[in-house]
């Protein structure tokens, strides 16, 4: 199932659906706003939503905030019909090549328990109860 990256700050009414249908399957450790929270979440500066789309549709999304030269990701999410694709490992392996080509650290503060191989196997390192992530790679 390939998976390509989209970044979102405004959202299509499609893409509503499927960030509705997201956020449903996943409760309550996925993506935990639903459309008010997250359309509130979107306006403000530096968010926006990193976005795994599939035949046009948005089958998975990690949340993103910038802060300097580091990107915050939370709320990682796939849909339940396509979990076990590979989907959240095609995600974060784009969002690596992302950010590494923009010369951007990526963290998880959070990293659900389901979601911590992935993350490792994308060579996030844990350092003080933060996966950190590209050659910015500080303690």
Same mark, same amino acid.
């Given at each position: ?16 659906? !499927?960030?509705?249908?997201? %956020?449903?399957?996943? @409760? ?11 359309? !509130?979440?979107? @306006?403000?500066? =530096? ?21 300097? +030269? ?19 490992? @095609?995600?974060?392996? %784009?969002?690596?090549?992302?950010? @590494? %080509?923009?010369?951007?650290?990526? +963290?998880? %503060?959070?990293?659900?328990? +389901?979601? +911590? ?11 003080? =109860?933060?996966?950190?992530? =590209? =050659?910015?790679?500080?303690?």
């Amino acid at each position: 199932m390939p998976v390509r990256l989209e970044h979102i700050r405004t959202p299509s009414a499609q893409d509503w659906i !499927d960030l509705g249908k997201i %956020h449903a399957d996943t @409760q309550p450790l996925g993506l935990k706003m639903d459309s008010t929270a997250l359309g !509130d979440w979107l @306006q403000q500066p =530096n968010h926006w939503l990193l976005a795994g789309r599939f035949n046009d549709r948005i089958v998975g999304c990690l949340l993103a905030q910038q802060q300097g +030269e580091v990107v915050v990701l939370s709320n990682a999410a796939v849909r339940t019909i396509t979990q076990r694709r590979g989907v959240m490992h @095609q995600l974060l392996h %784009h969002v690596c090549d992302w950010a @590494q %080509h923009e010369s951007l650290a990526l +963290e998880f %503060h959070a990293v659900p328990s +389901e979601l +911590e191989d992935a993350v490792k196997t994308r060579g996030f390192l844990l350092i003080n =109860n933060i996966y950190r992530h =590209n =050659n910015l790679n500080k303690s």
